[in-house]
């Protein structure tokens, strides 16, 4: 079956290890035959939520920058995989504010509910990215029909060592798009 997959990479380091694994991902769905839609966020012009909840009325943010385009691909996808590298052990600031921006779905209808998380890191002990994980939680307890599905953990990957030297993560990536 078919689906609508947007896939967010969060990086703003061209060819991070997180965009690798996004791009291996994105691979695998494209295999799939699934439709998917590729953003990455270090080229894109957004600006943080300033938390007036006129979106809650309106199911339209006042600020306008690419948000514009972006919360359109996130309500009509089904699966939504989100990419990021671990800054002290947390989301980056970019998904931090992409998540915050998405507030106008709040009260809104939305497709997507399988969810994935894709998380790099120097360190590579599990509880690492367990504040990580909590924070991206927090944002799907708040669309009832969204699940987290998968978590895929790039850990071990600090300089000069890259995730492309892990045939195995890039394989484990590449399968979580052909089976999303």
């Known amino acids: 079956m078919t689906k609508n997959v947007l896939i967010v990479s969060s990086s703003l380091r061209v060819g991070s290890n997180s965009e690798i694994l996004a791009k291996s991902i994105l691979a695998g769905a494209i295999e799939a035959n699934h439709t998917v839609d590729y953003i990455s966020l270090?080229?894109?012009?957004?600006?943080?939520?300033?938390?007036?909840?006129?979106?809650?009325?309106?199911?339209k943010c006042v600020i306008r920058d690419d948000m514009d385009v972006m919360i359109d691909k996130v309500r009509k996808a089904e699966v939504?995989?989100?990419?990021?590298?671990?800054?002290?052990?947390?989301?980056?600031?970019?998904?931090k504010t992409f998540l915050d921006?998405?507030?106008?779905?709040?009260?809104?209808?939305?497709?997507f509910r399988d969810i994935y998380f894709v998380v790099t890191a120097a360190e590579e002990e599990p509880e690492v990215f367990e504040k990580a994980k909590q924070g991206l939680m927090g944002w799907i307890d708040c669309y009832p029909k969204a699940t987290l599905q998968g978590v895929?953990?790039?850990?071990?990957?600090?300089?000069?060592?890259?995730?492309?030297?892990?045939?195995?993560?890039?394989?484990?990536?590449?399968?979580?798009?052909?089976?999303i």
């Open 152 to 179: 895929l953990l790039g850990g071990g990957f600090g300089a000069p060592k890259s995730v492309e030297s892990d045939k195995a993560i890039l394989l484990e990536a590449y399968q979580l798009g052909l089976n």
């Open 80 to 95: 939504i995989v989100f990419a990021t590298p671990l800054y002290y052990y947390e989301l980056c600031g970019q998904l």
């Open 101 to 111: 921006r998405c507030n106008p779905l709040y009260k809104d209808t939305y497709d």
């Open 42 to 59: 270090k080229d894109k012009d957004l600006k943080f939520c300033i938390g007036c909840l006129s979106c809650h009325k309106t199911k």
